[in-house]
Nanobody, 125 residues
Framework: QGQLVESGGGLVQAGDSLILSCAAS????????MGWFRQAPGTEREFVAA????????SYGDSVKGRFTISRDNAKNTMYLQMKSLKAEDTAVYYC??????????????????WGQGTQVTVSS
């Protein structure tokens, strides 16, 4: 079974940039499409971005379009989320997710079978 581990979270100021990483290990052949979700206290889990297995298709949540960029390096079994112009409302626990679907790059969390433990991102205003 595949495992996902996020890293790169931390405390930054509004307007700063941050890069999150998600490393896949174990049975990585079962992980194709990947995505990022986030959840702030008292809110529902929110879709952030997703990328298909070969990186040919990506999608973004409306609140992060134009500021965040998702990418992946399959040789390193690692996915990234580059976050720019961070805002206080970006504060949340960010979760990495993996799906067995090759060409999927969508926002439906039920189609992702593998989840990381999350990494905290805190943006101070």
């Amino acid at each position: 079974q595949g495992q996902l581990v996020e890293s790169g979270g931390g405390l930054v100021q509004a307007g700063d940039s941050l890069i999150l990483s998600c490393a896949a290990s174990g049975r990585t052949r079962s992980i194709y499409a990947m995505g990022w979700f986030r959840q702030a206290p008292g809110t529902e889990r929110e879709f952030v971005a997703a990328i298909s297995s070969r990186g040919l298709a990506t999608s973004y949540g409306d609140s992060v379009k134009g500021r965040f960029t998702i990418s992946r390096d399959n040789a390193k079994n690692t996915m990234y989320l580059q976050m720019k112009s961070l805002k206080a409302e970006d504060t949340a626990v960010y979760y990495c997710a993996g799906s067995p679907k090759r060409d999927y790059s969508g926002s439906d969390p039920t189609l992702y079978e593998y989840w990381g433990q999350g990494t905290q991102v805190t943006v101070s205003s």
